[in-house]
């Protein structure tokens, strides 16, 4: 059965730094999405990505955030200069198409210290 | 008003038993809704979509009122592996741009 896989499991990084993390859609998927839990909190959208470009974005998705697709299977979510409150979970997710059912990655646990 | 509001729970219900979720939504022009559970420090997996006519897939139900703005998970013949976090999702939007919402999830515990 096909799947979301995200590398790596877990990133540990010092504030300011920059992280990149790294997602491979289910393959005949069009749309795909980053997603963090804080630990203990709710799941919060961050970006949605279609056709090459950012379909729709969260208040959270600042500047300091981008995405990119930068070859036919990775998707990945840069955060420029990470801070404290970044360390989460962040998840990928695709779909076959917009509104449709959304499979998720096992996620990246970002630890910025 | 929260935009999907669950009751967090949790639910200790003995194997066996059925259990109801409940969910709403504030937004009037949500598009496609869904369930999904999340085990401790796990992704949220889906669990089914959900349609105004209803659906059912072996011991869950789950229902749609639109007019109320309101979703429900039915769990039948409760097992120890349905004990996780559940968690009613929201697609807002249309003509392209759609914001996924996630509620904050109603913890079930299922008990020998």
């Known amino acids: 059965e096909p799947e979301v896989t995200q590398t790596p499991s877990h990133q540990v990084t010092q504030m300011g730094q920059e992280v990149i993390l790294r997602c491979v859609p289910i393959s005949n998927h069009l749309y795909f999405y980053w997603y963090r839990q804080i630990l203990g909190q709710k799941v919060e959208f961050?970006?949605?990505?279609?056709?090459?470009?950012?379909?729709?974005?969260?208040?959270?998705?600042?500047?300091q955030f981008s995405v990119e697709r930068p070859d036919g299977s990775n998707f990945t979510l840069k955060i420029r200069s990470t801070k404290l409150e970044d360390?989460?979970?962040?998840?990928?997710?695709?779909?076959?198409d917009v509104g449709y059912e959304q499979y998720f990655g096992p996620g990246t646990r970002l630890t910025v210290t | 008003r929260k935009e999907v509001e669950q009751d967090p729970g949790p639910f200790n219900?003995?194997?066996?038993?059925?259990?109801?979720?409940?969910?709403?939504?504030?937004?009037?022009?949500?598009?496609?809704?869904?369930?999904?559970?999340?085990?401790c420090r796990k992704?949220?997996?889906?669990?089914?979509?959900v349609y105004s006519s209803g659906n059912e897939d072996g011991?869950?139900?789950?229902?749609?009122?639109?007019a109320s703005q309101y979703i429900s998970l039915l769990i039948r013949d409760s097992k120890l592996s349905d004990s996780?976090?559940?968690?009613?999702?929201?697609?807002?939007?249309?003509?392209?741009?759609?914001?996924?919402?996630?509620?904050?999830?109603?913890?079930?515990?299922?008990?020998?």
């Open chain 2, 84 to 112: 996780a976090t559940y968690l009613c999702v929201v697609n807002e939007g249309g003509g392209g741009g759609f914001k996924t919402i996630f509620g904050a999830g109603t913890r079930l515990f299922v008990k020998a």
């Open chain 2, 13 to 39: 219900v003995p194997e066996g038993a059925t259990v109801a979720f409940n969910c709403t939504y504030s937004n009037s022009a949500s598009q496609s809704f869904f369930w999904y559970r999340q085990d």
């Open chain 2, 43 to 49: 992704e949220p997996k889906l669990l089914m979509s």
């Open chain 1, 46 to 63: 961050l970006v949605s990505f279609y056709n090459n470009e950012i379909s729709e974005k969260s208040e959270i998705f600042d500047d």
């Open chain 2, 59 to 66: 011991r869950f139900t789950a229902q749609l009122n639109r």
């Open chain 1, 87 to 96: 360390s989460a979970m962040y998840f990928c997710a695709s779909s076959l």
